[in-house]
Structures are given as structure tokens and as C-alpha cells.
């Protein structure tokens, strides 16, 4: 069966900070990969996605994600953090299969000091 | 503007009485699912549709039900509401489940409480 592990449900760093937000996941078939962010009230947007073409994988609002087969992870960075970063971010992996689900890790809350 | 739209987005209601979410995509794609997110669980499935007229069952699928009569519409059922439906339910859509590289899209969510 396939699942995501996200590390870390509360993520706080300062503004100008490098943010790094872990995901491994597990998966019996090439795996494609998805890191969506949800601010406040607001549904999920999809920040960037590994479909197996380049390991790194660049999204947006300067966010970017390494796809490491050995590590099974799919970590997403970014250099510098903005007040405007803060929100919930899920990393989510598709199911094997013609189901169409995307199988979600529990979420992790990013919050930015000033 | 490509959306999904759904309908209410803050709904409180008591245990029994029925109502519906209703769910609109204006990007013609065949695959429409809903999610609910609770905390510290991330987004589970309930119901999926392939294409018009084909449903099929998630991961938590007790007490909900679907129908898919047209393609744009997917709309969510909650015959007798139960406390423990309390929750903040999604719907996404996308292209085509069958290429599973696809992003889904989804909604702004929609927070139901059940008293």
C-alpha cells in the first residue's frame, strides 16, 4: 500500500529563513508526487508536482522540491521565507491504479516570525 | 477562470436532517472525487467518479452518498447527518483518472458542522 509521512506538523521559522518541509513517502510502483499548499479558508493549490522527468522540480512562489528515489523522499524548500508563506502544506502521492487518488500526508503548518 | 465552485461553504445543521453539497467543475474533466480533511489526518477520499454515471467508493464512504448525471456536476449527500461528519470536505477534479501524473483541482472547501 501506498502512504506519505509528513515530519513535523508545526514548521516555525524567521522571515528570511530557509524553509524545509519534509515528505517521504512509500510506494510499490514509480511514484508521482505532489506538495499542494492551502492558506486560510481557502482550497488546496498545487505547488509543484514530480512526474518523473527532472528530480528537481521547481513550483511556485519560489518553492522547490528534490526527488530522492534512494531517501524516498520528496523534500520542499525554499531559500527564503516571506510572511506570506504561512499556511498549511500537504504532500500527497498518486495511488496505483486507474482510481485517481491522491493519498495525502497529515499536513504540516508553516509559520514565519518577523 | 477554470474552477471548481462548491455550495455552501459554512453549513451548520442538526443530526438527520439530509442535505447536499453541491459541486461544479467548468474545465470538462472527466474525473471528479471528494475529500474530507480532518486534523491531524490530512484528506481522506469518500466517493470518486471516473466519468458520468460511474462512482465508486473511497476510503471513508459510510453515510455518504453521489450521484455524477452530468459531467460538470458531482454533487455530495449526506442522508442523515451524524456529529461525526463534522468536517471540512473538498471536491477536486481532473483530466482523467487513468493518467495518474495529473493534478487535481480543487474547491474552496466546504465546512459542515453537525449538531
Known amino acids: 500500500a501506498q502512504s506519505v509521512t509528513q515530519l513535523g506538523s508545526h514548521v516555525s521559522v524567521s522571515e528570511g529563513a530557509l524553509v524545509l518541509l519534509r515528505c517521504n513517502y512509500s510506494?510499490?510502483?514509480?511514484?508521482?508526487l505532489f506538495w499542494y499548499v492551502q492558506y486560510p479558508n481557502q482550497g488546496l493549490q498545487l505547488l509543484l508536482k514530480?512526474?518523473?522527468?527532472?528530480?528537481l522540480v521547481k513550483g511556485i512562489n519560489g518553492f522547490e522540491a528534490e526527488f530522492k528515489k534512494s531517501e524516498t523522499s520528496f523534500h520542499l524548500t525554499k531559500p527564503s521565507a516571506h510572511m506570506s508563506d504561512a499556511a498549511e502544506y500537504f504532500c500527497?502521492?498518486?495511488?496505483?491504479?486507474?482510481?485517481?487518488?491522491?493519498?495525502f500526508g497529515q499536513g504540516t503548518t508553516l509559520q514565519v516570525k518577523p | 477562470e477554470a474552477q471548481v465552485t462548491q455550495n455552501p461553504r459554512y453549513l451548520i445543521t442538526v443530526t438527520g436532517k439530509k442535505l447536499t453539497v453541491t459541486c461544479s467543475q467548468n474545465?470538462?474533466?472527466?474525473?471528479m472525487s471528494w475529500y474530507r480533511q480532518d486534523p491531524g489526518l490530512g484528506l481522506r477520499q469518500i466517493y470518486y467518479s471516473m466519468n458520468v454515471e460511474v462512482t465508486d467508493k473511497g476510503d471513508v464512504p459510510e453515510g455518504y452518498k453521489v450521484s455524477r448525471k452530468e459531467k460538470r456536476n458531482f454533487p455530495l449527500i449526506l442522508e442523515s447527518p451524524s456529529p461525526n461528519q463534522t468536517s471540512l470536505y473538498f471536491c477536486?477534479?481532473?483530466?482523467?483518472?487513468?493518467?495518474?501524473?495529473?493534478?487535481?483541482?480543487f474547491g474552496d472547501g466546504t465546512r459542515l458542522s453537525i449538531l
Open positions: 474545465m470538462n474533466h472527466e474525473y
Open positions: 510506494s510499490s510502483v514509480p511514484p508521482y
Open positions: 500527497a502521492v498518486s495511488e496505483a491504479g486507474n482510481t485517481g487518488k491522491l493519498i
Open positions: 514530480y512526474t518523473s522527468a527532472a528530480t
Open positions: 477536486a477534479s481532473s483530466l482523467s483518472a487513468t493518467t495518474r501524473r495529473q493534478p487535481q483541482h
